[in-house]
Every structure is written in structure tokens, then in C-alpha cells.
């Protein structure tokens, strides 16, 4: 990431902290009920120390992988030689929003999670480990991290967790053909506005009322921020909730009206 791109983006961010609502903005029950019960919820878990502990012993890793792919917006580049403390760093993403997710994947239940983007393989296994009687499918595009990421659910003695690996635009139609029901998807691993897109009508196809999408960096670049917009505007979409590094998207039927929410997280 560029000098000029932190900044605009710690620009955006300041924005964001400083304009964003919370729970006495809100007038819809279901956003108010989220915020209460999962957003303000900082409860620890026992499942956070687990996953936090193992975090912090690939942040001190000096094994090295070489990389096959990333996708937009990371910092190691093809074929180069990465240590797993590095891409732990810079590519997992922060126990705060793992934890989120976990609190989400309680409240609402899901039992199909679809995750694009393994990486580390840490957001998965809070996504996992919030349901135990879940299944989490999850596509990474490069050989040796999905293998490291294997490792880790070993150790961390996750076993409802279906690991794919490959290039997203051949492994994603695949899985949506395996994958019984379409309760979550979690995209994050290319962070550009054609494939986040193309990614979003593939699993459109599949959606039903009660599913979740979370979109990753919906701020990153001026591109992303187009293609979370676009979002928004999907006609089956009926509710957006944007928490800045991330956006949670929701298509139920109960909603009369398109509600679009910026809250601080």
C-alpha cells in the first residue's frame, strides 16, 4: 500500500468515525436488535483466546511459503518467497472482525458458509467455530497457503470445515452446485470491482431470504467502493449495513423498504 493510499484512506476512515450513526440513529428493529446483540456485545470467548493464542504464534513464525496468488490489494507478490508471519500480518484479517463474525454466525444461525479468501484461515475458524454444527466451504487460490491453512484448523481442532482450492472463477461455480443452501458468503481475496461483482451475481443465483453476505474492504479503493455500491443497488437487495472496512448485506422479504445503514463499529 502506497504512502498516498494510507492517507486517502485514513481520510476516509476519519470521515467515516465521525459521520457513521449508531443504535439511536436507528429505526428499524432488526438494526437495532443487530446492534444490541452482536455489534455492542464485547463478551470474551473462550474460542477467542484459543484462535488469538494460535494467531500469535504464526505472527512469530519464521516458516516461509511461496505464493502463488493473493488478488488485488495485497502486498506479496506472485511466486515471491513470504514468511507466514508476514502474510499473517498483512492478509488475516484483525480479531475484532473475526470476533464479529463470530457473534454474527450465532446470532443468525447459518448452517452453509461459503467463504472466498481462506488466507490463514483465522476468520475461518471463528466463522466455524461459532457453529460447530455448521459447514464452512472456503476457496483459497494459492496451493501453500490453503495447505498452511489446513494445518492451522488441525491444530485448532476445527473439523466442520471443507477446504477448496483454486482460482475463484473456476472453483466458485463448482461449490455453489455442491453447497446445499446459501445461508452466508464471505468474499474476500480480490479486491477489484469487475471479479467482487461477478462474484456477488454467482451467488445472487443461489440467495435466499435469510441469507448474509459480507463484503471485505468495501472502502479500499475508489473501485471497491463502486462495486459496493452497485451492490446496494441490486434490486433483491433490502438492506446494506456499511461498518467501513467491512459491508453486510441482507435480502429479506420483510423489509417494505430499501434501508442502506453507515454505523460505527
Not at 485514513?10 to 438494526?31: C, E, I, M, Q, W
Not at 519464521?62 to 508471519?85: F, M, P, Y
Amino acid at each position: 500500500m502506497s504512502l498516498q493510499h494510507q492517507y486517502t484512506l485514513a481520510k476516509k476512515y476519519l470521515h467515516y468515525y465521525f459521520t457513521a450513526g449508531n443504535r439511536h440513529d436507528v429505526h428499524s428493529p432488526f438494526v437495532y436488535a443487530l446492534i444490541e446483540e452482536v455489534l455492542r456485545d464485547k463478551t470474551a470467548k473462550a474460542d477467542f483466546a484459543e484462535i488469538e493464542l494460535y494467531r500469535k504464534s504464526l505472527l512469530q513464525s519464521e516458516e516461509t511459503l511461496q505464493v502463488t496468488d493473493l488478488g488485488a490489494g495485497s502486498l506479496v507478490s506472485d511466486g515471491a518467497q513470504r514468511k507466514v508471519r508476514d502474510i499473517t500480518r498483512h492478509a488475516a484479517k484483525p480479531a475484532k472482525f473475526g470476533q464479529l463474525f463470530y457473534r454474527l454466525a450465532q446470532y443468525f444461525k447459518p448452517r452453509y458458509l461459503l467463504e472466498l479468501g481462506t488466507s490463514m484461515g483465522l476468520s475461518t475458524a471463528y466463522m466455524a467455530k461459532a457453529q460447530a454444527d455448521s459447514t464452512v466451504y472456503t476457496i483459497e487460490g494459492c496451493p501453500n497457503i490453503a495447505r498452511k491453512a489446513g494445518q492451522n484448523f488441525g491444530a485448532l481442532h476445527i473439523p466442520n470445515i471443507t477446504q477448496l482450492v483454486g482460482n475463484f472463477d473456476t472453483v466458485l461455480p463448482q461449490v455453489l452446485q455442491q453447497i446445499p443452501r446459501l445461508d452466508w458468503v464471505y468474499i474476500d481475496g480480490n479486491h477489484r470491482k469487475a471479479p467482487t461483482l461477478e462474484y456477488f451475481r454467482q451467488c445472487l443465483a443461489h440467495v435466499q431470504e435469510d441469507s448474509i453476505f459480507i463484503f471485505d474492504d468495501i472502502h479500499w479503493t475508489p473501485d471497491m467502493e463502486e462495486a459496493w455500491h452497485t451492490i446496494q443497488a441490486n434490486e433483491q437487495v433490502t438492506l446494506t449495513i456499511d461498518l467501513f472496512f467491512i459491508g453486510l448485506v441482507f435480502f429479506r422479504k420483510d423489509f417494505k423498504i430499501k434501508q442502506h445503514f453507515v454505523l460505527k463499529y
